[in-house]
């Protein structure tokens, strides 16, 4: 079954984004084992075949709050920020993260990215590696 939960970032400088990150780290929402995790903006934006507001698609068998909070993926997260995350804020509106609570999330994740790229003929933008289809359904 899935758990779903939204937070808005609408940061427009790096500081105030990483501290909002933060908070959403401590949430309880972010402390929920085995999720997807789908990055968006609130207005979409074109891709090869249609438009899509989302940006990433990721998972993991933890919580997103161990996933993101050590300081390898703050710095990440700050170089996101000056890369990418400040022109879509600024062209697209705040980014939400969805968590969703699944009891597979790799088949989750990688169905996902597979009904994302048949939609649009491609992964989300920040979805830089072609998934690996996981064992159970091959």
Sequence with gaps: DYWRFKVLNKS???DEYIEN???FL???QANIKSVVYIWKTSKPFNRVIGESNIIYIGQTRNT????YKNAKSLDIE???FNRYYKFLIEKYGAISIEIIQTNE???EEYNRLMEYND???EYPPLNRSIPTKPEKIK
């Design 12 to 14: 427009k400088n790096l």
């Design 78 to 80: 700050r170089g996101y």
């Design 21 to 23: 990150f933060k908070n």
């Design 26 to 28: 401590e949430l309880e």
């Design 64 to 67: 997103f709050n161990a996933r």
């Design 119 to 121: 939609k649009h003929k």
């Design 105 to 107: 999330p790799k088949i």
